[in-house]
């Protein structure tokens, strides 16, 4: 299972961009956490199942600065060794706010996309997409950049 973590560890990105201004774009680390399992769909794919442990940061401060969560998903090892993932995360910042986003990387792709899909408090009506690529790979995680609507955002 080990050779499939870098492809677990992606889906903690969320970006801020919004017609009023808000354009953040920040780094993310994730951690494996228990509750992940490798299962054979027969000898060619293999579905792995993780729960990851995520933060994310930003260089400028702001909302999106600091909260931290879970976030859960699949990785479907493909035929052609080709991965696709998707899930789902829910991270909280020092406030208590909570903010919810779905996430899928596509096989091939470098980045992969995010969809808020709202929360509480400060977060509540923040439905707004963005993109993230993960940098590295360490033993127990992954970090990575993230990004607003647009690929050139974070360049």
Known sequence: MKKHLCLLSLPLLFAASSASA???CGAYLSRSADGGAQIAL?????VIVFHNVTQVNTDKGGRYDGPAGNCG?????????????????TVMDGDGDV????????????RGTFKRTGGSGKFAQDFRSGLYQQTAQQDNGASGLW?????????
């Open 22 to 24: 808000e354009v953040t």
């Open 42 to 46: 027969d000898d060619r794919v293999s």
């Open 73 to 89: 998903g699949t990785v479907t090892v493909l035929p052609d060794g080709t991965m696709q993932a998707s899930g789902a995360c």
């Open 99 to 110: 903010a919810m986003y779905q996430f899928q990387h596509m096989p091939g792709d470098q």
């Open 147 to 155: 990004g607003g609507d647009d690929e050139a955002v974070c360049e």
